[in-house]
């Protein structure tokens, strides 16, 4: 095994990847699950169903019809190439939405169950308290919720680092760009390149475990509320 072979800017890109991917879909994730976890309209359940499509869509058929929506004549790729004169698909920027769309489910539905879990006494409390609904979220039912927040967070994260369906299809294999390290724990395979592979597939393997004991290890010190 020759470690000198190993394309660390891989490893770092797809931490990268992975940051930006999370701090989108929780800004993303807050009011879709919020909203799933309290509104009564009949559209719920498409919604739902939508927000959990990634969970059982092949990601090669993702990946492809992402490819088409980010590339130069899509519906997101289109205006993005016009206004920039820079593609949208191959491009770090392409991988992040396509990333945050295929891990979507991972920080929605925690939090949407969180949410549940919380209710609306705790919020119609605090709104008699004269407090508005801005402030009664992130006082009251975001500190309430925080099990969720931490299971979406480390869930979407986790999940970004592995993906390889979607970002071959929609990203490729551009070093620096979107050549993460499950593109490059491909090429080291095709390449009969074992020993690194093993390498690199071993460190994901390892910090998957310690990202889901964390999880694990949190949850049963963090407060329940039901």
């Given at each position: 095994m020759n470690t000198?072979?190993?394309?660390f800017q891989a490893v770092f890109l797809t931490l990268k990847l992975a940051s930006a991917t999370v701090?989108?879909?929780?800004?993303?994730g807050i009011p879709i699950a919020w909203w799933l976890a309290h509104t009564r309209s009949r559209y719920r359940p498409y919604i739902e169903a939508v927000v959990a499509l990634p969970l059982v869509?092949?990601?090669?058929?993702?990946?492809?019809y992402l490819l088409i929506l980010l590339g130069p004549n899509g519906w997101l790729g289109g205006p993005f190439s016009?206004?920039?004169?820079?593609?949208?698909?191959?491009?770090?920027t392409g991988l992040v939405i396509a990333s945050s769309i295929y891990s979507l489910p991972f920080v929605v539905q925690p939090l949407h169950s969180s949410f549940e879990a919380v209710g609306k006494e705790p919020l119609e409390a605090a709104w008699t308290l004269g407090a508005s609904k801005w402030d009664a979220f992130w006082t009251v039912a975001s500190?309430?919720?925080?099990?969720?927040?931490?299971?979406?967070?480390v869930l979407g994260f986790a999940h970004t680092l592995g993906e390889f369906g979607v970002v071959l299809m929609v990203g490729g294999s551009i070093p620096g760009?979107?050549?993460?390290?499950s593109i490059e724990i491909y090429e080291k395979v095709e390449t009969l390149d074992y020993g690194n592979a093993h390498l690199l597939s071993?460190?994901?393997?390892?910090?998957?475990?310690?990202?889901?004991?964390?999880?694990?290890?949190?949850?049963?010190?963090?407060?329940?509320?039901?």
């Open positions: 000198s072979q190993l394309d701090a989108l879909l929780l800004v993303i869509l092949p990601p090669t058929v993702l990946g492809f016009a206004a920039t004169g820079a593609p949208l698909s191959f491009s770090f500190p309430l919720a925080i099990r969720g927040y931490v299971t979406a967070l760009e979107t050549k993460v390290i071993a460190g994901l393997l390892i910090f998957s475990f310690l990202v889901l004991l964390i999880v694990y290890i949190i949850n049963r010190r963090l407060p329940v509320h039901v």
